[in-house]
């Protein structure tokens, strides 16, 4: 943002995040309190730390190159002392009285596609959580593709749900991938090529901290104030992009630095917040927060922040079968404009058919292999077997381990990757060009399986789908055909059941307008965490969608004179299994 200023601070490896922390938020060392304390799960702390208001940043961007920091962790095990510590930075006045809180964001990290891959201190209540989504036009000079798509959420973008059950990522931005400005010796001695492709949630969370910037410029502009921390997220959130994904992968949606700060002039938009999963989750974690407030002294007070803290988003906590939970939302219009939204629950589910095909490896054609695809496989898919209402495309692969692992040794010999493509046959050949291929997603873990999705699928596939499997072989391997399983599934969004609000909503022009929803867990539901949405529509005076992630603990409930008890598997398949 314009006029913005950027601080590093050296204090991840060396092991002073904590001091780190502290003094981009404004804190500094007390004189004559020098000395190290050990603190459990996280090393040593030094020294006592006050506010002074001095070197203060508004927002601090954390991405710190490996997913897990606490090898012992206190309470529960994503509430390390390091999450307890981000989210008290986010609070004005909890740590000092004149202390006007810090926008704290912070990576998921790479490490789905396995949902509950978002690590600590990252799956911090309070703090902005990201995940990574795509831009994908750097594959033609990569890759040799004809180009790529854009929103679709990178496989190894870290997922939801939080080990205490709340949805994170809170939003996604592009981490996969772009190009970024390198040393000039590398550009071919003279700068002229002098970049090189970046990404990750390492690239996503500095560019969430950039629209975060924006916003906080642009309100500070509108209302002659900052805005705080909380409404900072609200208005991240609130503005986001929907993608069509499930909660526990998208969060509220792609960051839109454009709507947000509309909002955050007052122009356009709503925000839309509940205190409801800041007051379920202060309650499961007051335990662990006061046993690492004994370590960090006055760095962090012995009971979590109290109050009501707002977000974009329902943790509806422990609901019984047969139970309820109720939330309230404010939905609030600072702009000149009568607004007019519906409001539907909603869930995912599977529609359609479901194709699965097996198939191997081998050779590919002589243009692919001068990009370096030696081997693989190229189907095309019948256009047809997309449901015009899917919302959500899922290709999943498994290959047997006896062919990624050759003589198990624990080390990988053959892996195969699966692209999801869009063909255009501009030659009207009949063949597959690596030059008329657009790359939509992929997904490339080392392991026996791989998955890519593509949100709103009839949107985004304008010519032939094709799926592409790609083989890598060890350094020491020969290649070889390689046996695989495909299966394409489709879901779309239906009504959840469980979720009662009203139908629709208006909000009058600066002014805001409260609804509640009502949470109703079937008496004969399976014990498991389980996700969906509210999904607020906004009809007058323009369109727009607001995806509001929801999540709930339900438990097994044993009898008091049982002395067994049988878990069963849900009756249903959901894209996270609960």
Not at 87 to 116: R, S
Not at 228 to 250: H, N
Not at 355 to 380: K, Q, R, S, V
Request: include cysteine.
């Amino acid at each position: 943002s314009p006029g913005s200023r950027i601080m590093g601070v050296v204090a991840l490896w060396i092991g002073d995040i904590i001091e780190g922390q502290l003094w981009a938020a404004g804190f500094d060392l007390v004189p004559r309190t020098e000395g190290w304390t050990s603190v459990p799960g996280y090393g040593y702390t030094y020294g006592t730390w006050n506010y002074t208001g001095k070197h203060k940043a508004d927002i601090i961007s954390n991405s710190w190159g490996v997913s897990e920091w606490a090898p012992l962790l206190l309470g529960l095990p994503c509430y390390d002392i390091l999450s307890m510590l981000e989210d008290a930075l986010m609070i004005p006045g909890y740590l000092d009285p004149d202390y006007p809180g810090t926008v704290i964001v912070h990576a998921g990290g790479n490490g789905a596609a396995g949902y509950g891959t978002f690590t600590p201190p990252g799956c911090a209540s309070l703090p902005i959580g990201v995940g990574a989504s795509t831009s994908m036009n750097w594959t033609s000079l990569t890759l040799g593709f004809a180009g790529g798509y854009y929103d679709e959420v990178i496989p190894w973008s870290a997922r939801g749900p939080t080990p205490l059950g709340y949805a994170k990522p809170d939003v996604v931005n592009i981490g996969a991938r772009g190009f970024t400005a390198t040393t000039v010796w590398i550009g071919l001695g003279d700068g002229t090529q002098a970049m090189d492709l970046f990404g990750g949630t390492s690239m996503s969370t500095p560019l969430t901290a950039g629209v975060s910037s924006l916003i906080v410029q642009a309100y500070n502009q509108t209302y002659g104030d900052k805005p705080t921390p909380e409404l900072t997220k609200i208005i991240l959130k609130s503005t986001a992009r929907d993608l069509g994904y499930d909660a526990f992968v998208q969060g509220a949606g792609r960051v839109d630095a454009f709507l947000a700060v509309e909002l955050a002039l007052g122009k356009s938009g709503v925000t839309i917040a509940s205190p409801a999963t800041w007051t379920n989750v202060r309650s499961r974690m007051e335990s662990a927060w006061s046993i690492s407030s004994a370590y960090l002294y006055q760095a962090l007070p012995p009971s979590p922040p109290p109050g009501l803290i707002n977000d974009t988003g329902w943790f509806a906590d422990l609901v019984k079968p047969g139970g309820t939970a109720t939330a309230e939302f404010t939905v609030m219009n600072p702009t000149a404009n009568d607004m007019m939204a519906t409001i539907t629950p909603s869930v995912h589910k599977p529609i359609g058919p479901v194709l699965e095909y097996e198939g191997y490896t081998g050779p590919m054609p002589a243009d692919w292999t001068g990009w370096d695809w030696y081997w693989g496989n190229l189907t095309i898919l019948d256009k047809a077997i997309i449901p015009n209402d899917a919302d959500l495309m899922l290709v999943s692969l498994t290959i047997p381990y006896q062919y990624f692992d050759v003589n198990g040794d624990y080390v990988w010999d053959h892996r195969l990757g699966v692209c999801i493509q869009d063909w255009d046959d501009m030659d009207a050949d009949g063949m597959i060009n690596v030059t008329e291929v657009y790359q939509i997603n992929y997904g490339y873990n080392t392991g026996t399986s791989n998955e890519a999705r593509v949100g709103f699928p009839n949107s985004k596939l304008k010519f032939t789908p094709v799926v592409f499997i790609y083989q890598r072989d060890a350094a020491w391997m020969t290649p070889i055909s390689v046996p695989f399983i495909v299966r394409v599934q489709f879901y779309k969004r239906v009504t959840w059941d469980w979720i009662t609000v009203p139908n629709s909503i208006s909000i009058a022009a600066d002014s805001s307008q409260m609804f509640d929803a009502t949470l109703s867990v079937p008496p004969n539901a399976t014990q498991g965490v389980y996700e969906g949405q509210i999904i607020l529509n906004i009809i007058a005076p323009y369109t727009r969608t607001i995806a509001i992630p929801v999540s709930v603990n339900v438990p097994a409930v044993i009898p008091a004179n049982a002395l067994t008890y049988d878990i069963t598997s849900p009756s249903t398949t959901e894209l996270f299994d609960p």
